[in-house]
């Protein structure tokens, strides 16, 4: 708690701007969160309303958003640097192409069939595994037969999903 009499004579500014930005963007998130659940009702503790869980998210995320930012100005930290753009691309990317591959598509006169989770899931996490800088081919691909062994049975054996497989190899 006790700063030193230079931090002291430095007065109130931001220490750690990775953590203010951070906690501003919670901030902002949650209001976003709340003045889009606003129509939901509350209820009560006796009853819960559809609004409930949305809104205590939100004012837990704006809160813990106030947090941050306060912190960032006692603590020092790391600056504000750009954003690591490829990540964000190959892990949106991998999300899109698995929905587009578990279900199938048309666009104008392309047609790709319904490849199932046998197909969706070994490819979005082989795409969004290219965002990592350490990235070993081998421990990715044994990732994502385990990952996707693990979710077919998961999803359609033991929650009974109705989830296609592999319809253009299984028919199912």
């Known amino acids: 708690m006790s700063l030193n009499p230079i931090e002291r004579a430095q007065g109130l500014r931001i220490r750690s701007q990775q953590d203010m930005a951070a906690g501003l963007f919670m901030v902002a998130l949650g209001v976003f969160a709340f003045v889009l659940s606003g129509d939901l009702p509350l209820g009560s503790l006796r009853q819960i ?27 020092n ?3 504000l640097t750009g954003w690591a753009w490829r990540g964000v691309f190959l892990v949106l990317g991998g999300a899109c192409l698995f929905g587009l591959a578990i279900r199938g598509f048309d666009i104008g006169p ?8 046998l197909v969706a899931g070994p490819l979005v996490i082989l795409v969004s595994g290219l965002a990592a800088d350490d990235m070993k081919w081998k421990e990715l691909i044994i990732f994502a037969i385990a990952m996707t062994t693990a979710c077919a049975l998961l999803f359609k054996y033991a929650l009974s999903l109705p989830i296609p497989l592999a319809p253009w190899l299984l028919g199912i």
């Open 110 to 117: 392309i047609h790709i069939p319904q490849l199932g989770l």
């Open 49 to 75: 309303g559809p609004g409930m869980l949305p809104k205590s998210f939100a004012v837990i995320c704006a809160a813990l958003g106030l947090m941050l930012s306060l912190a960032s100005l006692r603590y």
């Open 77 to 79: 930290g790391e600056k």
